[in-house]
């Protein structure tokens, strides 16, 4: 396995409640992300991510990629400009069912799973795949992130992109 930040996938069927009204937008969708992702952050007691339009605008090409083919999968390594690579979180749900808010905690909520170890050993299932979106939003080493969101078919497709990336073999997430 190579020692880079890929996480599992994340893909949700049609569930939950539409979007509050007013939620929809770019602005109101990087302040929930960024918001979600920081208060996870806070409570791992990590310092806090900041945007980064680069990152955004790579994450809203893979985004526009998987929402056109339909093809839910992990962009190639290394991704974006960054020469270190960049780390990757992907979420799929029923297009329009999904609020901003709930798009994040779904990756939040694998904290659930989450031990306190060196990677790959950070999950209570023994798959560290269980716990690979939680552990990329708070990765210590990461300081950046952009995302994006595409529809394609039936579906919402959320890409967010990060700098630098977490989930490496042998180190710890915090």
């Known amino acids: 396995m190579k020692n880079h930040g890929l996480a599992a996938l994340a893909m949700f069927a049609l569930t939950a409640a539409a979007p509050a009204p007013g939620e929809r937008g770019a602005g109101a969708f990087e302040r929930a992300m960024l918001d979600g992702q920081n208060e996870a952050r806070a409570a791992a007691g990590v310092p806090p991510l900041t945007w980064d339009d680069r990152l955004a605008a790579d994450a809203a090409v893979w985004a526009d990629h998987i929402a056109e083919t339909g093809r839910f999968e992990h962009s190639t390594w290394p991704r974006g400009g960054d020469p270190a690579g960049e780390g990757e979180n992907l979420w799929m749900g029923s297009r329009g069912y999904f609020s901003y808010a709930q798009m994040v905690d779904t990756w939040v909520d694998e904290q659930r799973y989450f031990v306190d170890g060196a990677m790959p050993n950070l999950s209570t299932t023994g798959n ?27 579906n919402d497709f959320v890409v967010c992109r990060y700098s630098s990336p977490g989930n490496v073999m042998g180190s710890r997430a915090r």
């Open 128 to 154: 560290w795949r269980d716990v690979g979106h939680y552990t990329q939003i708070i990765w210590r080493g990461t300081t950046r992130v952009g995302c994006a969101l595409a529809s394609g078919g039936d």
